[in-house]
C-alpha cells in the first residue's frame, strides 16, 4: 500500500501517518525528519537546506526528490509506505509517479487532512508547548512568525498538488478537524476500500 499525506503544515500527517505505520508495518517516509537529520548530521544536503528550512520555505525540488527516490529503493519500502510532507510541488509528484512507474508501481490513495487555516496556528504553538513540557527541543519553524511562511508556501506551491491527485482518481479529503481518533478511524475506512480491492 503506497498512500500520500497531503495538508497543511499543523495538520496532523505525521501523527496519523505514525498510527498507520504500526498498523500496517510499512515505514513512514517523512522528508521533513530526513532533513532535519541532514541538518543535525551537517551533511552536504543538510548544510543547503538548513536555512531554508528556517526561515520556513521550500528546499528545492531536486533536493527532495533525490532524497525520495533513493529511499523508496530501500528494502522496507519494498512493499509500501506513507509519505509525509512529500510531494509539496506538482514537479515533486511528477517526480515520484516517473520513479514509481519505471518499479511498475504507482500510489494508491492520496489522503488530505483539511483544517482551517486560522486553526493552524495555535495548533503550532500547542504542539511547541508540549514538546517544551517534554523536554525536548521546539522545532525552529515552528516559531508562529517561521509559521506564517510555511503556511503562505504551502499556499503558493502545495495547494495543487492536491487536485493532481483528483484529476487520477486518487484523492480522498479528511476532515482534520475531527479529534485525532475521528480522523483515523476516517482514514481506515477510506483506506478499507483499497485493502478490500486487494
Ligand atoms: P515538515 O516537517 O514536513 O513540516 O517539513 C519541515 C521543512 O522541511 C519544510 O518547511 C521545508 O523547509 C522542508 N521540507 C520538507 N519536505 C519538503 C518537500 N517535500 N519539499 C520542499 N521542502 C520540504
Excluded at 515505514?27 to 543538510?46: E, K
Excluded at 510532507?85 to 487532512?113: H, N, W
Excluded at 512568525?145 to 487536485?163: G, S, W
Amino acid at each position: 500500500m503506497r498512500l500520500i499525506f497531503l495538508g497543511p503544515p499543523g495538520a496532523g500527517k505525521g501523527t496519523q501517518a505514525r498510527r498507520l505505520v504500526e498498523k500496517y508495518s510499512i515505514p513512514q517516509l517523512s522528508t521533513g525528519d530526513m532533513l532535519r537529520a541532514a541538518v543535525a548530521a551537517g551533511t552536504s544536503i543538510g548544510l543547503k537546506a538548513k536555512a531554508v528550512m528556517e526561515a520556513g520555505q521550500l528546499v528545492s525540488d531536486d533536493i527532495v526528490i533525490g532524497i525520495i527516490v533513493d529511499r523508496i529503493e530501500e528494502p522496507d519500502a519494498h512493499d509500501g509506505f506513507i509519505l509525509d510532507g512529500f510531494p509539496r510541488t506538482v514537479a515533486q509528484a511528477e517526480a515520484l509517479d516517473a520513479a514509481l512507474k519505471i518499479k511498475s508501481q504507482k500510489i494508491d490513495m492520496a489522503l488530505e487532512l483539511k483544517v482551517d487555516h486560522d486553526k493552524l496556528v495555535n495548533r503550532i504553538v500547542n504542539r511547541a508547548e508540549e514538546s517544551r513540557t517534554r523536554g525536548e527541543e521546539v522545532r525552529k519553524d515552528d516559531d508562529p512568525e517561521v509559521f506564517k511562511n510555511r503556511l503562505a508556501a504551502y499556499e503558493r506551491d502545495t495547494a495543487i498538488v492536491a487536485p493532481y491527485y483528483k484529476k487520477q482518481g486518487l484523492l480522498v479529503e479528511i476532515d482534520g478537524q475531527q479529534p485525532i481518533d475521528v480522523v483515523t478511524e476516517s482514514i481506515q475506512k477510506a483506506l478499507s476500500s483499497i485493502l478490500t480491492n486487494g
